[in-house]
């Protein structure tokens, strides 16, 4: 069984920086895509950051240039980090990952709360 661990989340002012760690509690991390979500209240949840077994990203648009996502094979740890950030990046993130060849996310983190104040 695999279990997700956020961590990182907090307040900051915008302009500021945070970084999110999520870690995979389980083996076989490296075969994953980690993924990055958020859901900011009465809003959906939407994917802001993939990075893949392989290493290659992804990024929302809203994002380029201000976050990025990197993973830690050896520690089962995938990282987001944020900078510039604004008051639209406020949300509950979440880590999720994907095993090869699904479509679907096998597990998902429990959350951790970003509130980036004006």
């Known amino acids: 069984q695999v279990e997700l661990v956020e961590s990182g989340g907090g307040l900051v002012q915008a302009g500021g920086s945070l970084r999110l760690s999520c870690a995979f509690l389980?083996?076989?991390?490296?075969?994953?895509?980690m993924n990055w979500f958020r859901q900011a209240p009465g809003k959906e949840r939407e994917l802001v950051a993939v990075?893949?077994?392989?290493?290659?990203?992804y990024y929302e648009d809203s994002v380029k240039g201000r976050f990025t996502i990197s993973r830690d094979n050896a520690k089962n740890t995938v990282y987001l980090q944020m900078n510039s950030l604004k008051p639209e990046d406020t949300a509950v993130y979440y880590c999720?990952?994907?095993?090869?060849?699904?479509?679907?996310?096998?597990?998902w983190g429990q959350g951790t709360q970003v509130t980036v104040s004006s």
């Open positions: 389980g083996r076989t991390f490296s075969r994953y895509a």
């Open positions: 999720a990952a994907r095993d090869q060849g699904r479509s679907v996310y096998d597990y």
């Open positions: 990075i893949s077994s392989g290493g290659s990203t």
